[in-house]
């Protein structure tokens, strides 16, 4: 079956930096649009970036672009987030696109994986 399995997050200060890992097996990761969200609590989960099949194309929030990159290799895809603010802080979720309109919205998002904390501190 399809599986994300997430790793990487922790506590990181502001201005350092952390690298988010996400392990796809169970289907054609190739086939698929990628994208990364993040929620905090009582918050509606918040789209950050997301990659195309081939990750010949991105695109950022706002908020994080110049900040965060995202990257995939052939079974897994990455955010690293390069000087994190206290407000980034959140649990952070791989997901796969069920179609290839390049969304951000969660809806559109079919797989997700386990989710793992951020934590920036000032």
């Known amino acids: 079956q399809v599986q994300l399995v997430q790793s990487g997050g922790g506590l990181v200060q502001a201005g350092g930096s952390l690298r988010l890992s996400c392990a796809a097996s169970?289907?054609?990761?190739?086939?698929?649009?990628m994208g990364w969200f993040r929620q905090t609590p009582g918050k509606e989960r918040e789209f950050v970036a997301r990659?195309?099949?081939?990750?010949?194309s991105t695109y950022y929030a706002d908020s994080v672009k110049g900040r965060f990159t995202i990257t995939r290799d052939d079974r897994a895809t990455y955010l690293q987030m390069n000087s994190p603010k206290p407000e980034d802080t959140a649990v952070y979720y791989c997901?796969?696109?069920?179609?290839?309109?390049?969304?951000?919205?969660?809806?559109?998002?079919?797989?997700w994986g386990q989710g793992t904390l951020v934590t920036v501190s000032s």
């Open positions: 997901a796969t696109e069920r179609g290839y309109s390049g969304s951000i919205d969660p809806n559109d998002y079919d797989h």
């Open positions: 169970g289907f054609t990761f190739s086939s698929r649009h």
């Open positions: 990659t195309t099949r081939g990750g010949g």
